[in-house]
């Protein structure tokens, strides 16, 4: 993660956008629930100015925005995850 210059857990962020689909900020402080929310708000900014993730309004409820994984960045995102799947098992 270092030589990509991403925070702790874009990783986490990644697979649960890719597991679930779009989620709110309050959604993925939900699910990654063993994390801080202040570390999940700091990696989505973080992700966001990559442009690994975008957000789109929430046409239910306009006060949140809904994130989703750039389907531009979704080949950089697979080699991504494939690097830590290598690295960790």
Known sequence: MKELRLPKGSID????LENRGGLTQIQLIDTLNDKKPRA??????TLL???LIIKRPNFE???SSIIYIND???????????INEINYT
Not at 40 to 45: D, V
């Open 13 to 16: 962020i990644i697979k649960a």
């Open 40 to 45: 999940i708000r700091y990696t989505i900014r």
């Open 49 to 51: 100015e990559k442009g």
């Open 61 to 63: 409820d306009m006060r």
């Open 72 to 82: 531009k960045m979704q080949d950089f995102i697979f080699k991504l995850l494939r």
